[in-house]
């Protein structure tokens, strides 16, 4: 058993996970787990650089951190940073103020490893399943990029396309500093344009079609099927390996793409962070599941940051 952390580090979000590992029965014992959203990516997609205002939330989370990660004497220490910090122009005074405050560099990761990191974390659970066929096609839908990974006991094929929950919702429904509330028809295929184009990119090295089960993953989906579930508040256990269908993430997202600021943040189970972003997030999961043929999305809670503890562990 070894005692690990893991943070991953995403376009909006900041996440740890303290665990125990244990390698010889495949067991993750959760002893932290925790988000913060931060919104590192603020602005990259137009400017190219990280908001200092973006670094100092990023900061204070890792400063939170650095205290449950001594304080629950974790052995080793990962931190994975993704799309936003790949694209910045300033990277590196992000990697500053990290090492600075946790010791530890973080590791630019590619689309590719983060695919890997995803569907290791995502599917240890499922293989057992046999309720499950195979192969599975896991989708981690991020801020700023969305990875695909296809694969039974291992990673067969994976991309990483630049389609989030951020990135579209900043380059197609922010005019003028504020967001459309609720968005035209126009912005909305705007929207489905540029998540068709990815798909487009995504099948050129992963044949989404050939996928038995779809496996969702990170904020997007797990609010999504928090809604469909109907639940007065967030609940992982609820929501880990929840099943929910196409007609049901239809209406879900009819229904935020129709709503209001206040009509989302009024929804029980909506992060405050996440009320500006989940339409779009939710368009983008719609849009993937028309396009391979998917009845539903098998929804899981573990994910790249599970994943990372594992690579941890050998």
């Known amino acids: 058993m070894k005692r690990v952390a893991a943070i991953d580090c995403g376009t909006n979000s900041i996440r740890l996970l303290v665990a125990d590992a244990d390698p010889a029965t495949g067991e993750l014992k959760d002893l932290d787990r925790r988000m913060q959203i931060v919104r590192l990516g603020q602005g990259v997609d137009r400017t190219g650089r990280l908001a200092p205002e ?32 790949r694209d910045a122009e300033n990277r590196e005074d992000f990697v500053r103020g990290v090492v600075d405050t946790l010791g530890v560099e973080p590791e630019v990761i590619t689309g590719d490893q983060e695919a890997e990191f995803s569907f290791n974390g995502a599917t240890k659970e499922l293989t057992a399943r046999a309720d499950l066929k195979r192969p599975f096609l896991v989708v981690d839908i991020g801020g700023g990029s969305t990875e695909f990974v296809l694969g039974s006991e291992s990673v067969r094929a994976a991309r990483s396309v630049d389609v989030g929950c951020v990135r579209m919702t900043e380059r197609h429904l922010v005019h003028g500093g504020d967001i459309s509330d609720p968005p035209a028809p126009g912005q ?35 609010t999504v099927a928090a809604i469909a579930l109907g639940l007065g508040q967030y609940d992982s256990e609820a929501i880990h390996h929840s099943r929910i269908s196409l007609a049901k993430v239809r209406e879900i997202t009819g229904m935020l793409l129709s709503s209001t600021h206040a009509e989302r943040a009024a929804i029980p189970v909506m992060h405050p962070g996440r009320v500006d972003v989940i339409a779009a997030g939710a368009l983008v999961l719609l849009s993937i599941m028309e396009r391979t043929g998917a009845g539903e999305v098998v929804v899981s809670e573990h994910d790249i940051l599970d994943g990372i503890a594992w690579s941890l562990a050998g």
């Open 54 to 85: 973006a670094l100092e939330r990023t900061f204070a989370a890792c400063r939170e951190y650095a205290a449950v990660i001594k304080g629950l004497g974790a052995e080793r220490v990962r931190f994975v940073a993704t799309s936003a910090s």
């Open 188 to 222: 909305i295929a705007a929207i489905k344009a540029d998540v068709a184009a990815a798909l487009d990119r995504a099948e050129e090295t992963v044949p989404l079609g050939e996928a038995a089960t779809l496996v969702g993953l990170a904020g997007s989906v797990t």
